[in-house]
């Protein structure tokens, strides 16, 4: 029978922040698959656990996803961590879930630490709608295209961003989404210098050019705000009118009603009637 691949979220900074269920998956999987084998084996020193580890990042996940799938096929249960935060999510394992998918093998995902949940959940933007953007392009173009295709998105966006790229994104995204929308910039979450800063994108520009961002971020982006309708014009006035006199109700009515619907004055209205 084949056997499991769990994929298991780690601290992103506090590791106090492991669960009791991520603990206990770490330690009766037949292997961890680990993005960084160093990384991961700080993590099982601290939790007391020694497990066979195999490598699984970037740059080898073609050639190393086929073994841990014939292993997973073979029986064996997989645990699959990223260095930080929950596998898969601009991390590896978005192709081995595919692979394990299609090969019909059971993926379970155990819920736990996320920068983009815990940044999205503390930083004061409207939560009720949002979108996860990863990370943008290095390049000055393609990361002003990324931009562009969200100039009308009004869901809160979220970013990954390292801090040596910080503030030429900050510049490209206030160049593109205007350097009043609101932005929370988050830093170091869960760790001891952990902050948040609500404000705007030319005072986040302003604060780091006098001092060199440090850290890891994820920044919240305010969503654009909903176009608001042309107002009514005097023609759209008169056709109303004209409507609703059609439809029985008599001038004085039509243009009362016409001036609520439209928002407009009733002797406007009344002119853009007569006309
Ligand atoms: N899969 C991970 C997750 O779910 O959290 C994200 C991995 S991605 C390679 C790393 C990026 O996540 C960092 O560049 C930063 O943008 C964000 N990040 C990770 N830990 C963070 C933290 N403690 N505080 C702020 N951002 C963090």
Redesign the pocket.
């Known amino acids: 029978m084949a056997g499991m691949l769990y994929l298991v979220p780690t601290p992103?900074?506090n590791l106090g922040d492991i669960s009791q269920r991520c603990r206990q998956t770490l330690e009766t999987a037949d292997f961890i698959a680990a993005e960084d084998t160093r990384v991961t084996l700080k993590l099982l020193n601290y939790l007391g656990i020694k497990k066979s580890l195999v490598s699984y990042y970037e740059h080898n996940k073609a050639q190393k996803g086929n073994v841990i799938l014939d292993r997973i096929l073979a029986g064996e249960t997989c645990a699959l961590v990223?260095d930080?935060?929950?596998p898969a999510?601009?991390?590896p394992g978005e192709e081995l879930v595919k692979q394990c998918a299609d090969a019909g093998v059971t993926v379970c995902a155990i819920p736990g630490?996320?920068?983009?949940i815990t940044?999205l959940s503390i930083s004061g933007q409207s939560t009720g709608r949002f979108c996860f953007e990863g990370f943008l392009s290095t390049a000055k173009k393609s990361r002003r295209e990324h931009l562009e295709a969200l100039v009308t998105e009004q869901r809160t966006m979220i970013f990954?961003?390292?801090p040596h790229k910080l503030l030429a994104t900050l510049e490209s995204m206030a160049e593109v989404f205007g350097a009043d929308r609101p932005i929370s910039l988050?830093?170091?979450?869960?760790?001891l210098h952990e902050e948040v800063i609500r404000t705007t994108l030319s005072a986040a520009i302003e604060l780091y050019n006098q001092q060199a961002p440090k850290g890891?971020?994820?920044l919240v982006v305010a969503g654009a705000k909903p176009e608001e309708k042309p107002a009514a014009t005097a023609e759209d006035a008169a056709a109303r009118v004209a409507e609703l006199i059609a439809s029985g109700m008599s001038r004085k009515d039509a243009v009362k009603q016409t001036a609520q619907e439209l928002k407009l004055p009733k002797n406007a209205v009344y002119d853009a009637a007569l006309k």
């Open positions: 992103i900074g990223s930080a935060g929950s999510i601009s991390d630490p996320c920068a983009v940044a990954y961003e390292a988050c830093r170091e979450l869960t760790k890891e971020f994820v």
